[in-house]
């Protein structure tokens, strides 16, 4: 993509993400009671800057780059529902929604795997057509990592600018190399990130979902075959890592990690 035209998507998606948090602090944003969450920390946050990232990421890849934007979407969708109604089970976790699941009970994280799944399929195979490549094996490890990236970004929204840094450290090179998806996703992150770390707002699963999804397909649109499966397997290696270490206490043990992570707060 031509430089002017990724200012233009990193501009439109700036915007349109400063649009919807200018919207919620005037208090003008309909059913904003719902969006209202406790974080870490006790304090009452709201959930209004997934939305903003959600619609902020997707306006202008719906021309940049629809198949992306066809992502983007159906993560936000599907953590929105998590977000709305994902508090009625106990079931955390990927080991706790498959134990849910093999007892017959069909927990709302994990519909939101299926619909990542899905609409990672959806993106890539619409992506891999548009670049004249095969579909094939490559393109269902592109799909599986759109949809682990959305988990992982899930799975590292535990304190404030986390994920956002993560994304934003992925997204900014692959930025620089022409892909939308990256472009806009980093210039709505840029955009959410100060309130963010000041605990004021969070991402939710309606922004954390949409989050590395953006920058799974933007890492699938530039990675080959073998990039993909390697890609895929190390997004697998730290969801699974994820299910017996604690993210949170491997940043706190490891100085540098802890700094990093630390940067931007309040002290």
Do not use: Y
């Not at 004021?200 to 920058?215: I, R, Y």
Request: proline residues 5%; hydrophobic residues 50%.
């Amino acid at each position: 993509m031509r430089p002017t035209s990724l200012a233009l998507t990193a501009g439109v998606a700036a915007a349109a993400t400063a649009a919807v948090l200018r919207t919620e602090r005037r208090g003008r944003l309909p059913g904003a009671h719902r969006w209202r969450r406790t974080n870490h920390a006790g304090a009452e946050v709201t959930l209004a800057e997934g939305l903003a990232l959600a619609a902020g990421t997707t306006l202008p890849l719906l021309v940049a780059d629809p198949p992306a934007a066809c992502a983007v979407t159906g993560a936000a969708l599907a953590g929105a529902v998590d977000d709305l109604d994902g508090g009625a089970t106990a079931a955390k976790g990927l080991r706790g929604h498959l134990g849910a699941l093999r007892r017959g009970e069909v927990t709302t994280g994990t519909l939101k795997i299926v619909a990542l799944l899905g609409s990672g399929l959806a993106a890539c195979a619409w992506s891999d057509r548009r670049a004249g490549c095969a579909t094939g094996w490559s393109t269902v490890a592109g799909a599986g990592l759109v949809a682990g990236s959305a988990n992982l970004a899930n799975l590292l929204d535990l304190r404030p600018g986390r994920a956002l840094k993560v994304a934003l450290a992925l997204g900014l090179p692959l930025a620089l190399r022409g892909r939308p998806a990256a472009a806009a996703v980093c210039a709505a992150g840029a955009v959410a990130l100060p309130p963010d770390l000041r605990g004021e707002t969070m991402l939710g699963d309606t922004g954390a979902n949409p989050l590395g999804a953006a920058v799974g397909i933007a890492a699938a649109q530039a990675l080959g075959r073998r990039g993909r499966l390697a890609a895929l397997a190390v997004v697998a290696g730290l969801t699974l890592l994820s299910e017996r270490v604690s993210f949170t206490r491997v940043i706190e043990a490891t100085p540098v990690l802890r700094e990093l992570d630390g940067w931007g707060r309040p002290r």
